[in-house]
């Protein structure tokens, strides 16, 4: 598998870093003619831009961005459940070559790795970052900024790490971006924990949608994603709706996303991330094209040790059920990174 968020983090520094070495392919699928025009500039055309982002705002003044709901006056300086200030917290930004190869190409996917979470989960391995919150915190300029520098770097788009808790900071950041030429589509890398009424003011505004889908069964949620119970519901709405945004996944003649729907899914050990289920569930509610990464990278991070169930990483044998229900039930989209550890894991075993 390429690099890890993890991996991300041990090489990044803090606002700037490295450049990783790319990979040498990248995804291939179906191809269209290329998207100059990132969703946004279409939606500042229409003069529709300023009030999305006016509305955005407005709502830090009692925080329902997530479905936690806590009713906080950000603007005031009061915290949530996220523990995010009202200005986004940056642990760090660059272009990123451990992503999946359709974000990355050639130059790297333009990542910014926002601090704070709104999940929380006890397996999080970004956990100095999205539980203790270590980063700087920035001014909507300052991240207009690294856009504009990620840009010049040649990254193929902005891929925003986290990004549910700073939504607003984000489109003003964007549309600031966009008047000093900013031109990249923007990725909305989510855990998917996301509400739809927030969801629809990025409608126009984010050309590609990646959310995790993390466990299909409210109890496994509640109890590693601090009680978030209503997470499999919430969030299969939240996908339903980002397709019927950004719909199925188009790429360029160099195989880089223009626009579409990414889910990603990560096998946990002991069947806990639900994976049949979860293939089932998108078969029956999206296309069978849908783009899908079924991931084996889980690692016990964090608290992860405290729950012998979660304490241990994932089998061969876990991983390669995982890939025959995606072929049992018909997806037809699977990430590239995906199909390769699979066919590398059946090649081991007929050794
Ligand atoms: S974004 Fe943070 S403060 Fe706002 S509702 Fe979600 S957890 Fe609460």
Not at 45 to 57: F, M, S
Not at 158 to 165: E, S, W
């Amino acid at each position: 598998m390429g690099f890890t968020r993890r991996d991300f983090i041990k090489n990044s520094l803090l606002i700037g870093g490295s450049i990783f070495l790319p990979p040498t392919s990248i995804h291939a699928g179906q191809k269209k003619e290329e998207k100059r025009v990132p969703a946004y500039e279409k939606l500042e055309r229409e003069g529709k831009l300023a009030q999305r982002i006016k509305e955005a705002y407005g709502i830090f003044e009692r925080c329902h961005l997530c479905p936690r709901r806590c009713g906080v006056n950000r603007q005031k300086g009061e915290k949530g459940f996220c523990r995010a200030p009202v200005r986004p917290v940056v642990f760090g930004y660059h272009p990123h070559f451990g992503e999946e190869m359709a974000l990355v190409g050639q130059n790297g996917s333009g990542t910014i790795f926002f601090s704070n979470c709104n999940l929380r989960c006890v397996f999080c391995q970004n956990w100095p970052i999205s539980h203790e919150g270590r980063g700087k915190e920035v001014r909507d300029e300052d991240l207009a900024e690294m856009m504009i520098k990620l840009q010049k770097m040649g990254c193929h788009n902005i891929n925003l790490v986290t990004p549910t808790h700073v939504m607003p900071n984000i489109l003003n950041a964007t549309r600031m971006a966009l008047k000093k030429g900013l031109r990249l589509p923007l990725v909305y890398n989510t855990s998917g924990y996301e509400r739809l009424e927030i969801l629809k003011i990025l409608d126009g505004i984010v050309d590609i949608y990646m959310p995790d889908m993390k466990y299909m069964d409210a109890d496994r949620a509640a109890k590693y994603s601090a009680g978030a119970s209503d997470y499999p519901e919430v969030t299969k709405k939240a996908i339903i709706e980002m397709n019927r945004q950004v719909g199925q996944l188009q790429i360029d003649q160099q195989g880089i996303v223009l626009r579409g729907l990414m889910i990603r899914h990560l096998v946990m050990p002991n069947r806990v991330a639900g994976t049949e289920k979860f293939v089932k569930w998108v078969v029956e509610n999206l296309p069978k094209s849908t783009y899908v990464n079924i991931m084996a990278q889980y690692r016990v991070e964090y608290k992860a040790f405290d729950y012998p169930e979660i304490a241990r990483g994932i089998t061969v044998q876990e991983f390669l059920e995982a890939m025959e229900w995606t072929k049992r039930y018909g997806l037809t989209n699977l990430d590239p990174q995906s199909v390769a550890t699979r066919n590398l894991y059946y090649h081991r075993r007929s050794e």
